[in-house]
């Protein structure tokens, strides 16, 4: 099992920028794909993008453009970078990983950060 610990949530304006970070820890970081999911209240968790193991990158409609995922193997660590946020971008931020290769469904992931806070303001 990874364990995994978000952090860099909090508020931040709208059009601002913030960055997240998702420190893994207990296994070799190197093979496994790496997710964000978010959640808001009443609503599903929902994707926002992944890294493969390979360095692949995937992103939701909503974020593609504005958010940058990656990952520093060396310091096992993935990254979400969220620039031009806005208040839609509020949620609960969850890190995910898979052994080899993951797609953007959340079932597919075994292992979970315990998620951050991101509040966008007007």
């Known amino acids: 099992q990874l364990q995994l610990v978000e952090s860099g949530g909090g508020l931040v304006q709208t059009g601002g920028s913030l960055r997240l970070s998702c420190a893994a820890s207990g296994h070799n970081f190197r093979p496994y794909t790496m997710g964000w999911f978010r959640r808001t209240p009443g609503k599903e968790r929902e994707f926002v993008s992944r890294?493969?193991?390979?360095?692949?990158?995937y992103y939701a409609d909503s974020v593609k453009g504005r958010f940058s995922v990656s990952r520093d193997n060396d310091k096992n660590t993935a990254y979400l970078q969220m620039n031009s946020v806005n208040p839609e971008d509020t949620a609960v931020y969850y890190c995910a990983a898979r052994l080899g290769d993951a797609g953007a469904d959340n079932s597919e992931y075994d292992n979970w950060g315990q998620g951050t806070q991101v509040t966008v303001s007007t």
């Open positions: 890294i493969s193991w390979k360095g692949t990158t």
